[in-house]
Nanobody, 120 residues
Framework: QVELVESGGGLVQPGGSLRLSCAASGSMFSIATMAWYRQAPGKQRELVAS???????NYAYSVKGRFTISRGDAKNTVYLQMNSLKPEDTAVYHC??????????????WGQGTQVTVSS
């Protein structure tokens, strides 16, 4: 059983910064891809950023130049450094991971989500 645990959300003023973290635990063979998604009220869920085991990254156009996704040294963690935050960034942020189990099957896992609120 794999679990993703997130932390780092909170309330911040426009222009401020937050750093989200997500750690995967449980029985697994490897983690192929980790990503951050977000969903604001009345909007569809969107991919914010992703990173592969090889280090390739992908960002939503709206966060390029402001957000940075990275993997921890242990490779079971992912971080999202969010700078120059805007009110439009307010959303529930979910950690996502594509993980190969001990049976080598690829499965998709989600964290419970962490609230990010950007407001003055």
């Amino acid at each position: 059983q794999v679990e993703l645990v997130e932390s780092g959300g909170g309330l911040v003023q426009p222009g401020g910064s937050l750093r989200l973290s997500c750690a995967a635990s449980g029985s697994m063979f490897s983690i192929a891809t980790m990503a951050w998604y977000r969903q604001a009220p009345g909007k569809q869920r969107e991919l914010v950023a992703s990173i592969t085991s090889g280090g390739s990254t992908n960002y939503a156009y709206s966060v390029k130049g402001r957000f940075t996704i990275s993997r921890g040294d242990a490779k079971n963690t992912v971080y999202l450094q969010m700078n120059s935050l805007k009110p439009e960034d307010t959303a529930v942020y979910h950690c996502n991971a594509d993980i190969r189990g001990l049976d080598l099957r690829l499965r998709d896992y989600w964290g419970q989500g962490t609230q990010v609120t950007v407001s003055s």
